[in-house]
């Protein structure tokens, strides 16, 4: 990929210790502006801890991070405003409405009453839930639930979306239509870094990052990681490299 290509998180060294625990292990990478950037790793090995330092929710122990051009150690809150975030719990509010939900959050993220007012209406008719609009989110079957969450996420035209496994638990087809929406943020310009279990997703990713206990294993495109490994599938990567080790 060409050098040129603008770098929008860069990460040096990223080390996280709680106690005498490594969670992050001198972590080096970088992920390019409009890029769909994959990270992956078994359950344990430290991608939640990162995501959480990314989003500034956390400080490194030592390390150079920087989201955005903002640095994690001084401007945490500047890159929360540049930032969106879902989770695989979708972080809606079950009690109220889906009307509300995109209300609400449109509010946080700092929209004018006129932004949230066309957003809102824009939002409901994209994903075809106008007739829904006063239903609440408990009653809201989860596939829309989901597409609506990540439309909510990036409701402020973010600069990078974090996706933490924002597709358990759905089904095949829900889950294709949900990467059609990734796609179209791209497309638009918005980074998206996304952790996903799913390995077949891993296959829609520009490049895609593999952690193992703490550190990076490799990094590369699902292509080239497939020739490395001599494997066919990016699932036949991971088992490769992140194979439970057996306790001697």
């Known amino acids: 990929m060409d050098s040129m290509v603008e770098n929008i998180i860069t990460v040096k060294n990223l080390v996280k210790k709680f106690g005498h625990f490594v969670a992050n292990d001198h972590l080096n990478f970088e992920v390019r502006k409009g890029e769909i950037f994959g990270f992956l790793g078994a359950n344990g090995a ?52 889906v009307y509300e939900n995109i209300r609400f959050y449109a509010g946080i993220y700092g929209l004018s009453r006129k932004e949230i007012s066309t957003k809102s209406a824009m939002l409901m008719k994209k994903l075809g839930l106008e007739d ?68 077949d997703e891993a296959e829609y990713c520009d490049r895609v990052t593999i952690m193992v206990d703490g550190k990076i294993a490799a990094l590369d495109t699902p292509s080239a990681l497939k020739k490395t490994y001599s494997a066919s599938n990016m699932n036949d990567v991971f ?4 194979r439970v080790k057996t306790v001697a």
């Open 239 to 242: 088992l490769k490299l992140a």
């Open 132 to 199: 829904a609009k006063d239903k609440l989110i408990k009653d809201v079957p989860l596939g829309w639930k989901q597409k609506l969450a990540f439309s909510v996420a990036i409701i402020h035209d973010p600069k990078i979306v974090f996706l933490d496994e924002p597709t358990g638990g759905v089904d095949p087809i829900t889950r294709r239509q949900f990467w059609n929406l990734i796609f179209e943020a791209a497309k638009d310009g918005i980074t998206v870094f996304v952790t996903t279990h799913y390995m």
């Open 46 to 97: 430290g991608k939640t801890t990162a995501i959480r330092i990314l989003c500034g929710l956390s400080y490194p122990t030592s390390g150079e991070v920087k989201v955005g051009g903002l640095d994690i150690y001084s401007q945490r809150n500047d890159i929360k405003r540049n930032i969106g975030y879902m989770s695989q719990k979708f972080s809606l509010y079950d009690d109220l409405t």
